[in-house]
């Protein structure tokens, strides 16, 4: 069984630039959430997206956004990028609602604005 | 405040002793709480699940809650130096959102 897929696994990018990345669950897993983990901070919680459905939404900016499409794949997009969202930037599915299941994580994807 | 809160160590044990890894968390309603391990370079893997007021023990691993002083940790018997890594405890919230700690960095000497 194919686990968490992200892609890509590193990007460079500079200031004010925006990228995308993409997530794709484990086949069933229906709750797609992303995390930013930084040396400070830790894992903090961005969204949790379940049936294309924003869920939940943690304490980031608008410039953060995210989807998911039918197919349970999802995509987080970062827009006008500030040296501060260098993270790595994680996605974990779960067969139910985040909160009531198990996460399974992906091995990121390493951004850093330069 | 955070949501929950771990001392970020490091911790170090010798091999074969018990490390004990705490956590606290500030949402009374939270309902479900949960361990993570994180190895260096790697992604967070779940561990240890618990829900009830009590201990939860699988292997040489044992969770216990007490939500009466929202407090939860995580016992490591026979501590083997595979067994070094940060630990994330994580809890949901009352607004159905999942939260980690920053995590206590573990280190399990020979």
């Known amino acids: 069984k194919a686990g968490v897929t992200q892609t890509p696994r590193y990007l460079i990018k500079t200031r004010g630039q925006q990228v995308t990345l993409s997530c794709s669950p484990i086949s069933g897993h229906r709750s797609v959430s992303w995390y930013q983990q930084t040396p400070g901070q830790g894992l903090q919680f961005l969204f949790e997206?379940?049936?294309?459905?924003?869920?939940n939404k943690g304490n980031f900016p608008g410039r953060f956004s995210g989807r998911q499409f039918s197919n349970s794949r999802s995509e987080m997009n970062v827009s006008t990028l500030e040296l501060g969202d260098s993270a790595l930037y994680l996605c974990?599915?779960?067969?139910?609602?985040?909160?009531?299941?198990?996460?399974?994580f992906g091995e990121g994807s390493r951004l850093t604005v330069l | 405040q955070k949501e929950v809160e771990q001392n970020s160590g490091p911790l170090s044990v010798p091999e074969g002793a018990i490390a004990s890894l705490n956590c606290t968390y500030s949402?009374?309603?939270?309902?479900?709480f949960f361990w993570y391990r994180q190895y260096s370079g790697k992604s967070p893997e779940l561990i240890m699940s618990?829900?009830?007021?009590g201990d939860k023990e699988d292997g040489r691993f044992t969770a216990q809650l007490n939500k009466a002083s929202q407090y939860v940790s995580l016992l490591i018997r026979d501590s083997q130096p595979s067994d070094s890594a940060t630990y994330l405890c994580?809890?949901?919230?009352?607004?159905?959102?999942?939260?980690f700690g920053t995590g206590t960095s573990l280190t399990v000497i020979p």
């Open positions: 997206y379940f049936s294309e459905t924003q869920r």
């Open positions: 618990i829900y009830s007021n």
């Open positions: 994580a809890g949901a919230n009352t607004g159905n959102q999942f939260y």
């Open positions: 974990a599915s779960s067969l139910s609602l985040a909160e009531a299941g198990e996460l399974f």
């Open positions: 949402d009374r309603g939270s309902q479900s």
